[in-house]
C-alpha cells in the first residue's frame, strides 16, 4: 500500500519522519498509517463530522489537519480503545469473526498515537501540550511463549524427510540454532553467508552478524552444495522454493508446520517464531547472559528499557556455541 494518497499532509510528515529519520521498515510505517487511519475514523464518527450511515471504511483522513488533532482530548482517546475493545470487529483466520481487540493489540494501536503526539510536541512543536501524556496503557496479560524442549528439538531435526529435506533441515537447524525471525530467513542472500557467521538484516534495517556453530554450518554447507546444482546462478537469495524464486514466508510457515506433524509433535500454537523463542530459551538456561542475547536476537530494547548494550564478537560466537544442539549431526539428509 501506499499511505501518500490516502493520508493528509500532516500524516504524511508525521509517517516521512518515521521512514526517513528513524529509518523503520516499510511494513512498520504501514501500520501506523493503518493505525492513525482507524483512530481518525472513529473520531470523525465520534465529532458528527460524517453521516451516520457513512460506511467506516469509506471516511477519508486526508482532510486531517493540526487544528483537528489538536482538539483530541484524553476522554476521545479513552473512548477509542473502548471501541477497539467492545465493537471493533477483528477478523481472523477462522470463519466467524471476533468482537474486540486483544490487549497486546490495542496497546500498540495507543503506542503509535503516543508516536503522534511526541511528533507534534517535541519534534515540532506545532502542538504545545500533549493530551494523553498521562494515560494508562491497556493492562497486558504476561503469557510464557511456547518453545520444543532439546529432546523434541532433536526429533524434530531427525524426522526431516522428502524431496526438500537438504533446505527444510537447514532452515529448522538455523531457527533453533540462531534465531532468526522469519523475515531474516527470507531475506538471506548468498553474500550474507561467511565461513563461520551470517549477516542478517533484521528489524528497521539494522545488520546484525550472528555467529554458526558446527551444526549450522554443516546444514549450510549441505543445503549449498545442493542448491548449487539446480539453482539459477543469478538468483541470490539463499533459500528458494521449488520454482527457485525466494522463499516466502507462507512456505517456511506450511514446511515447519508439516515437518512437526511428521515428527509426532504437537504443531498447534507453533511457528516459525516459536523455534525462535525455543533457541533464545535454550541458550539462555545454557549459560549465555541476557544483554549477549539480547544482540544476538536483534532486540534494541532490553527488559522495556531504552538501554542498548554492545556485545563483544568473541561473546557473540560464545553464545552460538552454547546452544546444545550445536554439536548435533543426524546424519546426511537427502
Do not use: W
Not at 64 to 92: A, H, M, P
Request: net charge positive; proline share 2%; charged share 30%.
Amino acid at each position: 500500500m501506499d499511505y501518500r494518497s490516502e493520508a493528509s499532509d500532516l500524516i504524511k510528515d508525521f509517517l516521512g519522519y518515521h521512514e526517513v529519520i528513524k529509518d523503520h521498515s516499510k511494513k512498520t510505517v504501514d501500520e501506523y498509517f493503518l493505525d492513525l487511519r482507524t483512530f481518525f475514523r472513529f473520531l470523525k464518527i465520534q465529532r458528527g463530522l460524517v453521516p451516520e450511515e457513512t460506511d467506516f471504511a469509506d471516511i477519508s483522513v486526508r482532510d486531517v489537519d493540526i487544528d483537528f488533532v489538536g482538539k483530541i482530548t484524553k476522554q476521545e482517546v479513552y473512548d477509542y480503545l473502548s471501541f477497539l475493545s467492545r465493537d471493533r470487529i477483528r477478523q481472523q483466520r477462522s470463519r466467524l469473526p471476533e468482537y474486540g481487540l486483544s490487549a497486546n493489540t490495542r496497546a500498540r494501536k495507543l503506542a503509535t498515537i503516543r508516536s503522534l503526539f511526541r511528533y507534534l510536541t517535541v519534534k515540532t512543536g506545532k502542538l504545545s501540550e500533549n493530551p494523553i501524556e498521562a494515560l494508562d496503557s491497556p493492562k497486558i496479560r504476561s503469557t510464557l511463549p511456547k518453545y520444543l524442549t532439546v529432546e523434541q528439538c532433536k526429533t524434530l531435526l531427525s524426522s526431516v524427510s522428502g524431496i526438500n529435506s537438504t533446505r527444510d533441515y537447514c532452515i529448522l537447524v538455523l531457527f533453533l540454532n540462531c534465531a532468526l525471525r522469519i523475515s531474516e530467513l527470507c531475506s538471506l542472500n548468498l553474500s550474507d553467508i561467511g565461513s563461520d557467521r551470517i549477516r542478517v538484516l533484521g528489524k528497521g534495517n539494522k545488520e546484525r552478524v550472528v555467529f554458526l556453530n558446527d551444526t549450522s554450518v554443516s546444514a549450510l554447507n549441505a543445503y549449498l552444495r545442493k542448491r548449487a546444482i539446480k539453482a539459477d546462478k543469478k538468483q541470490p537469495a539463499l533459500f528458494l522454493s521449488t520454482r527457485g524464486e525466494r522463499i516466502s514466508r507462507s512456505t517456511v510457515h506450511n514446511l515447519v508446520k508439516k515437518h512437526m506433524l511428521k515428527a509426532g509433535l504437537d504443531s498447534d500454537g507453533f511457528s516459525a517464531h516459536k523455534l525462535r523463542h525455543t533457541a533464545a530459551t535454550m541458550m539462555l538456561g545454557n549459560g549465555v547472559d541476557l544483554k549477549t542475547l539480547q544482540e544476538l536476537l536483534g532486540h534494541e530494547h532490553l527488559n522495556t528499557t531504552e538501554i542498548y548494550t554492545h556485545i563483544e564478537n568473541t561473546d557473540l560466537k560464545i553464545a552460538a556455541d552454547a546452544n546444545p544442539l550445536a554439536h548435533f549431526t543426524p546424519g546426511e539428509k537427502k
